[in-house]
Nanobody, 120 residues
Framework: QLQASGGGLVRPGGSLRLSCAISGFALTQDAIGWFRQAPGKEREGVSCISSRDESIYYADPVKGRFTISSDNTNNTVYLQMNNLKPEDTAVYYC???????????????WGQGTQVTVSS
């Protein structure tokens, strides 16, 4: 299971840290990705991390602002989001995949979403 949390309302330029708590498997087994979906838009990949092959990926819109990390001891993946913009507003999901690739079709387990709203 994957449990996303940490969303909320923040002003532009602010920060949030999302958490994806994992149970039932170890982080060293698979990659974890973060996706987001804004109202009226398609779901898009944000970032992913694989402890197994030490790979990390960021989508262009979040490079330099978001940082993904994993805590293998606590089986949790974090997404630190800084300098948030209104266009980051979306429901954020974490998901499990064999590989750190931003293709949602290969993610076979999804957590419930957490809402992030960036507004003044």
């Amino acid at each position: 299971q994957l449990q996303a949390s940490g969303g909320g309302l923040v002003r532009p330029g602010g920060s949030l840290r999302l958490s994806c708590a994992i149970s039932g498997f170890a982080l060293t087994q698979d990659a974890i990705g973060w996706f987001r979906q804004a109202p009226g838009k398609e779901r898009e990949g944000v970032s992913c991390i694989s402890s197994r092959d030490e790979s990390i990926y960021y989508a262009d819109p979040v490079k330099g602002r978001f940082t993904i990390s994993s805590d293998n001891t606590n089986n949790t993946v974090y997404l630190q989001m800084n300098n948030l913009k209104p266009e980051d507003t979306a429901v954020y999901y974490c998901a499990r995949s064999p590989y750190c690739i931003m293709v949602d079709a290969i993610y076979n387990y999804w957590g419930q979403g957490t809402q992030v709203t960036v507004s003044s």
